[in-house]
Structures are given as structure tokens and as C-alpha cells.
């Protein structure tokens, strides 16, 4: 299966040979900005579940990114994708306000993504 690419040749989705999709949320969710930038995430889906969600180079400090990557990004790991059912939601992470809404929105522009385009 082909990627699917945006105009500027960005790769939005992949589809790796073990059947996993990838969303890449660089191009999709530019305009969703944490503490102090974009924070672009890679949302691996396999069988309509979250395997895992892996954070891209942000201009937020490692330390937020951290919090966010130990204290959330797991607790998407095995969640069910189903249409017309938003995901459940996931907290965020205490000191890490801004970049965990940020990533949160760049999952659910994946989600979408991966739903209209797989």
C-alpha cells in the first residue's frame, strides 16, 4: 500500500509490513502548539488499537516532554479505535499542562487521519 503524502511531500500515514499504520502529526496538527511550540507525535494503530504513541521533535523543554511520555503516552497503549466513539479520555500530566493538551489533540488529529484514510 502506498503512503499517503500531503502537498509538501510531508508523509501523513504509512503502513508498515506487520500491518501497523502510522499517523505522523508534524503537517497535521501544526497549528496545535504546547508550552513553547508544536509537539508532533507518530500514533502507531495495528488492528484498530493504539500500540503506542511515540513523541516528535518539539521546541518544549525535555523536561515536560518527559512527564508526558512516562506519565500518559502509556496509558493510550491498547485502546480500542471505534467509529463514531471518541477515544476515553486520559489526563494529563500535573506540571506538564500545556504540552499534555497539545499531544492529546495531535492523538485524536491522528485518529481522524488513520479512520478517513486507512
Known sequence: MAAFV?????????????????VNTTTLAKDVEGY???????VYIKKNKIV????????DG???????????LPKYEGMKIEKKKPLPQV???TGATFTSDAVKENINR?????????
Do not use: C, N
Open 6 to 22: 500531503t502537498a509538501d511531500a510531508q508523509e501523513v500515514m504509512r503502513k508498515e509490513k506487520d500491518g501497523t499504520y502510522v
Open 36 to 42: 513553547a511550540g508544536s509537539t508532533p507525535v507518530e
Open 91 to 93: 489526563d494529563g500530566v
Open 52 to 59: 503506542k504513541v511515540v513523541p516528535l521533535k518539539t521546541m
Open 110 to 118: 491522528a485518529i481522524e487521519y488513520y479512520q478517513k484514510h486507512k
Open 62 to 72: 525535555p523536561k515536560y516532554v518527559a512527564k508526558v511520555k512516562k506519565g500518559m
